[in-house]
């Protein structure tokens, strides 16, 4: 069974750009959350979708948008990039959903630098 | 107060020793706690999962919850060099939002 897919991999923008991330979850998994990583913060929750539908939502500007196909890959955007964007963005999927109790599986991630 | 708090350590412990791991989370009506394994360069990897109060043991890992207390823990018996990672401590709480502690970095010296 193939893993969670996140593309691209690595991604080097400057200030003021915006990007978008790419993430495939594992088959039959309808829910995809996404988190950002940094050595100062951890892993700070970005969003939830089930369904094509936003579920949940962290404490994050409106720059940092996402979307939900139909067949469950999920996008994430981030518009006016700052340098503070600079970090791992990790995406998950689950079955139903994390606030299900449910275990998350976990992509390799997108290094995002911001010059 | 965060939501999740870990010491950041880092931990040492020699191989073959406990390695104890410790997770207190404000939410009270929190659910679900997760520990999730993250070896530098690498995405985070689940390794147990408890929901009740109590033991959970999978193999040399076992999961300690206490609800009154708010607290869960890790313990891995015969610590060995491969454990060495960052670990995770992930709360679901009643807003049905995972949240992750900072992490705690285990090195197992030889």
């Known amino acids: 069974k193939a893993g969670v897919t996140q593309t691209p991999r690595y991604l080097i923008k400057t200030r003021g750009q915006q990007v978008t991330l790419s993430c495939s979850p594992i088959?039959?998994?309808?829910?995809v959350s996404w988190y950002q990583q940094t050595p100062g913060q951890g892993l700070q929750f970005l969003f939830e979708?089930?369904?094509?539908?936003?579920?949940n939502k962290g404490n994050f500007p409106g720059r940092f948008s996402g979307r939900q196909f139909s067949n469950s890959r999920s996008e994430m955007n981030v518009s006016t990039l700052e340098l503070g964007d600079s970090a791992l963005y990790l995406c998950?999927?689950?079955?139903?959903?994390?606030?299900?109790?449910?275990?998350?599986?976990f992509g390799s991630g997108t290094q995002l630098s911001v010059l | 107060q965060k939501e999740v708090e870990q010491n950041s350590g880092p931990l040492s412990v020699p191989e073959g020793a406990i390695a104890s791991l410790n997770c207190t989370y404000s939410?009270?009506?929190?659910?679900?706690f997760f520990w999730y394994r993250q070896y530098s360069g690498k995405s985070p990897e689940l390794i147990m999962f408890?929901?009740?109060?109590g033991d959970k043991e999978d193999g040399r890992f076992t999961a300690q919850l206490n609800k009154a207390s708010q607290y869960v823990s890790l313990l891995i018996r015969d610590s060995q060099p491969s454990d060495s990672a960052t670990y995770l401590c992930?709360?679901?709480?009643?807003?049905?939002?995972?949240?992750f502690g900072t992490g705690t970095r285990l090195q197992v010296t030889l």
């Open positions: 998950a999927s689950s079955i139903t959903g994390s606030g299900m109790g449910e275990k998350l599986f």
């Open positions: 088959s039959g998994h309808r829910s």
């Open positions: 979708y089930f369904s094509e539908t936003q579920r």
């Open positions: 939410d009270r009506g929190s659910q679900s």
């Open positions: 408890i929901y009740s109060n």
């Open positions: 992930a709360v679901t709480g009643t807003a049905s939002k995972l949240t």
